[in-house]
């Protein structure tokens, strides 16, 4: 079985976020992955220079066209940049797509600290499309936009999940990575009161650009291959665990580089090829 994925989310010319990291993660885990484009954010590695949304009306006939020929497994939303596009995607999936599992990571910063979310946009996300979502993946800064509760510790951090439960959606997995310490540990949490820690070891790399693409998408293929959430929040975070790990040696670019999407298949067996 061929199973497809959609990332709905803005580009990446360095290649390590946005539409670019969903379709390496879609692949490296055995799917079919499609896109539609919603921002161009100008950017590399050391940050983004400019932001240009694609227009709304664009947004839709990019959806239309993959739904009209493919219907996707599982849905991945990143950045999205605006409350119009917040909403015509919202709109077109809540007719389209009611039965699809949606991950929604909800992008507001770029690594380097760069604004992918209008602030005038939260409001809509909060009310048109976190409703919608399966599962939401904030880090620790996103959640505090979401809700505006500081979570400053693991303490903090199931709280701060039931807060946005409270927003709609099923199913969240709060990241801890923003936190201090030798552990990365992330905290699920969904509506039927199901609460799971995952633990992770914090890897000592700047390679991380990219890091809640990659996750998210990685999520969404295995729902695609139908695992359950929480096998596939645990199975997605182990995947990006050795992605980081991966690259940790790894210059690319003159900032935060990438992760290695692909650390179990390089070098590959050129001979292969012959």
């Known amino acids: 079985m061929l199973y497809k994925t959609l990332s709905i989310a803005g580009f990446d010319g360095s290649g390590g976020a946005g539409i670019q990291a969903d379709l390496k993660t879609f692949s490296a885990l055995g799917c079919y992955g499609m896109t539609v484009l919603t921002a161009l954010p100008v950017q590399n590695t050391c940050g983004v220079r400019s932001c240009h949304a694609l227009p709304a009306a664009l947004i839709e006939e990019q959806l239309i066209a993959i739904f009209d020929d493919i219907t996707p497994d599982a849905i991945k939303i990143g950045m999205l940049f605006n409350q119009e596009i917040i909403e015509t995607v919202a709109k077109f999936l809540k007719q389209y797509a009611p039965d699809i599992p949606i991950v929604l990571d909800p992008v507001t910063v770029a690594k380097s600290g760069d604004a992918l ?124 665990t050795q992605a980081i790990s991966g690259a940790k040696h790894q210059v690319i670019g003159k900032g935060n580089g990438p992760v290695h999407h692909f650390y179990d298949l390089w070098p590959i067996d050129h001979t292969k090829l012959k």
């Open 117 to 240: 979310l209008l602030p005038e946009a939260v409001f809509t996300l909060k009310n048109k499309l976190i409703p919608l979502a399966t599962l939401v993946t904030p880090n620790l800064p996103e959640a505090y936009t979401l809700t505006d509760i500081p979570c400053t510790t693991e303490q903090d951090m199931p709280l701060v999940a039931h807060e946005l439960l409270k927003l709609g959606t099923y199913a969240v997995l709060l990241k801890g990575g923003h936190l201090t310490g030798s552990e990365a540990d992330d905290f699920y949490q969904d509506q039927l009161g199901n609460e799971e820690w995952l633990q992770g070891t914090r890897i000592d790399s700047k390679n991380t650009h990219g890091t809640g693409c990659t996750l998210s998408a990685a999520i969404t293929s295995l729902l695609a291959h139908k695992y359950t959430l929480i096998e596939a929040c645990t199975m997605a975070k182990i995947y990006l």
